[in-house]
């Protein structure tokens, strides 16, 4: 019998590895020529191939990309670094699965792994390159350094969102990123859910109310609210989506809430207000607060304050419990 013959070790082409990494074969053809970050592996009358220590080494450089690391110094880092040191650079890579037939369906502009962020900041970047990637913990991790840095309203305004409206242009434009979307905005609440008050004892006695009624089912909105709120030691009772009409009185009632902030994202059609007159009924009655653009209907509607964004809900609350707007 003869010997039996090593295998030969599995390496990668360039589209590969970018589908691996979530970043477009241009981009690695760019690191390749300006930081010599390219495929290692080479026969003769074929393309160069990419190792699992070129691999380990792009991940490093993409991976510190995300944390906000310039390009070149995290190439830099990446090439440096010592092959032993480089997590997976000595494991034998799995060959790529074989790809789907087409089934007729024609390509739509906009079907590449990028997400087009408006003109945002680095933060903003990294954040789309880690959710394009379906890296949890990238995106987990981006989002708190961010809200410890600059607090919820501004991670809110300047990385979170334009990246959601990125993915959402993308989705619209494609019809493909759910997963980025739902794989986000988890994070995106783990990470807000771990803003946590701050030293001392919270400013309002009656606490604000903060549900979605049914058939709402966003809830990301509410959980900034109640981040932000939190940064300013204001106690909240989140009461999440779907949440029925009468439970919300039932809940004003037993908590003599100072206000109610209620979300509506208006997919399911614009939003349905609560019974306005069992609300009045509690004494004292709340303050009732509406956010998003389900609720466009209501804007000057006496009694309702319609918050245009988280920074207006923000400051309504913030006045309401302060005392420059009288509590019902």
């Given at each position: 019998m003869a010997d039996s013959q090593p295998s030969t070790p599995v390496t990668l082409e360039v589209a590969a590895v970018a589908r691996r990494l979530g970043v477009a074969t241009g981009t690695l053809?760019?690191?390749?020529?300006?930081?010599?970050?390219?495929?290692?592996e080479h026969q003769a009358g074929t393309r160069r191939r990419y190792t699992a220590a070129d691999l380990a080494r792009l991940t490093l450089m993409h991976r510190l990309m995300l944390e906000g690391v310039?390009?070149?110094e995290a190439a830099r880092a990446a090439t440096e670094t010592e092959a032993d040191q480089l997590p997976g650079a000595?494991?034998?890579l799995r060959p790529e699965p074989p790809a789907a037939a087409p089934r007729g369906r024609r390509s739509r502009p906009g079907g590449g792994r990028v997400v087009a962020t408006r003109e945002a900041g680095p933060a903003a970047r990294g954040l789309a390159r880690a959710a394009m990637s379906l890296d949890s913990d990238?995106?987990?991790a981006l989002l708190r350094t961010s809200l410890a840095r600059s607090g919820v309203v501004d991670t809110w305004n300047d990385v979170l969102l334009p990246v959601?409206?990125?993915?959402?242009?993308r989705w619209r434009s494609t019809g493909a990123g759910v997963e980025v979307e739902?794989?986000?905005s988890e994070c995106a609440e783990a990470a807000l859910r771990g803003v946590t008050d701050p030293d001392g004892p919270a400013r309002n006695a009656r606490p604000v109310l903060l549900a979605a009624l049914e058939p709402e089912d966003h809830r990301l909105p509410l959980v900034a609210l109640a981040a932000a709120l939190a940064e300013r030691r204001i106690a909240t009772r989140p009461l999440g989506a779907r949440l029925p009409a009468r439970a919300l009185v039932d809940a004003v009632t037993r908590t003599g809430a100072l206000a109610v902030f209620l979300w509506s994202?208006?997919?399911?059609?614009p939003g349905r207000l609560p019974d306005e007159e069992a609300l009045q009924a509690v004494r004292p009655p709340p303050v009732l607060l509406l956010g998003g653009p389900g609720w466009d209907a209501e804007r000057g509607r006496p009694g309702v304050t319609v918050c245009a964004d988280l920074e207006s809900a923000v400051g309504a609350v913030v006045a309401l419990v302060s005392g420059r707007v009288p509590a019902r």
């Open positions: 053809r760019t690191w390749d020529r300006r930081y010599g970050l390219g495929p290692s310039g390009a070149a000595d494991q034998p990238a995106c987990t959601l409206a990125g993915v959402g242009d739902h794989l986000l994202q208006g997919a399911a059609g």
